[in-house]
Each structure stands twice: as C-alpha cells, then as structure tokens.
Nanobody, 114 residues
Framework: QVQMVESGGGLVQAGGSLRLSCAAS???????MSWYRQAPGKERELVAM???????IYTDSVKGRFTISRANAKNTVYLQMNSLKPEDTAVYYC?????????WGQGTQVTVSS
C-alpha cells in the first residue's frame, strides 16, 4: 500500500504558475507516476506521466506549459504548471502505478481565474 498526498493547489490568475507536489509514503523508485485532473462535469483525464526511467508523456493541451518531474530520494513527484488558463481549472490527482497496482491521492484543487 502507498499513500499519496498532494499539495500546492490554489487560486491563480490566468498566465500565472503553480507547482504541485505529491509525496508518497514509501519509495516510488520503480513506480510510474502520473498527474490526472477532473473538471466539474467531466471525466478524469491524464495530464502527464513520468516513468521509472524518467520518460515523460503529456496531454496535448498542456505541452510546453506543464513539466512533470520526480525526486526519488524524497519519494515525491512534481507538476510545474506555467501559463495557466481558466480551462486548467480542476481537481488534480496524483497516481502511482507499480505492476497492476494503482494508488491515488485525495486531490488538490486548482482554480484559474480569467
């Protein structure tokens, strides 16, 4: 079992930046780590993923604006979000995957005002 705790969400104006953090309760060295988001009335969607060997994948809408990174020594994954847009408003969730096991955090709210 891995507990995930997100932090760093908040209210920001369009064009601003936020950095989300996700701290795991134990080592994530061999885990694939992802950030998802869910806006009101919409399905949860993948935002970015970083594999155990640090390959990254981004959804098209955030390419060039968001950066996912990991600090294995701190059991933490980050999502740096720049040039934020109102359509980025959502609850952001961290997910850890090892083999077939998935672990989710409780989510952190990001609100971007226009």
């Amino acid at each position: 079992q891995v507990q995930m705790v997100e932090s760093g969400g908040g209210l920001v104006q369009a064009g601003g930046s936020l950095r989300l953090s996700c701290a795991a309760s134990r080592s994530i060295f061999i885990n694939d780590m992802s950030w998802y988001r869910q806006a009101p009335g919409k399905e949860r969607e993948l935002v970015a993923m970083i594999t155990s060997d640090s390959r990254t994948i981004y959804t098209d809408s955030v390419k060039g604006r968001f950066t996912i990174s990991r600090a294995n020594a701190k059991n933490t994954v980050y999502l740096q979000m720049n040039s934020l847009k109102p359509e980025d408003t959502a609850v952001y969730y961290c997910r850890s995957r090892i083999s077939i096991n998935l672990y989710w955090g409780q989510g952190t709210q990001v609100t971007v005002s226009s």
